[in-house]
């Protein structure tokens, strides 16, 4: 399964540097960090979340948990939950495992961990098992330029 078209005519379109690295087939965060022999730290873990009736993509580091209690209180909300699979499938057209962190391209806010700002680059979800995507963070943040930056996570 390929990067599908859109995400990379979207950096394309917004002029985003960026590299794909193949890899074998994952279906997390920490897999992909195994497969590559990279540092938790380096990896963007996205989570879909819905917040009372909305849904954001929760971007953190991969060495991160996502606290439900912070970004509740970051969103203000009343009500939250890490969305179900069926819920990603439906609502995003989306396999669990492949969600990407681009919420333009899924009509969806975006919230950011903060620790995720110190690193210089990251690997991405681009919406495949076998590739994803390398970019520098600050390029991701303008790319988000809408995103909310806070603190979510908590180490594990």
Do not use: C, W
Request: charge should be positive; hydrophobic fraction near 40%.
């Amino acid at each position: 399964m390929a990067i599908p078209k859109r995400i990379l005519n979207h950096l394309d379109k917004n002029k985003i540097k960026y590299e794909i690295v193949e890899h074998r087939k994952v279906f997390t965060a920490y897999d992909l960090a195994q497969t590559l022999k990279h540092k938790l730290q380096e990896i963007a873990k996205t989570l879909l979340v819905k917040a009372d009736k909305e849904y954001y993509l929760v971007v953190i580091p991969a060495h991160f948990k996502l606290d439900l209690t912070k970004l509740k209180k970051l969103l203000k909300v009343k009500k939250i939950q890490i969305a179900k699979e069926g819920e990603m499938k439906k609502k995003f057209n989306v396999k669990p495992g492949a969600i990407t962190p681009f919420g333009t391209i899924h009509k969806a806010a975006v919230v950011i961990d903060r620790t995720l700002l110190n690193a210089k680059e990251a690997l991405f979800g681009a919406g495949s098992y076998t590739e994803s995507i390398r970019m520098k963070v600050k390029d991701f943040i303008k790319l988000e330029e809408d995103a909310q930056v806070g603190s979510v996570g908590k180490k594990k």
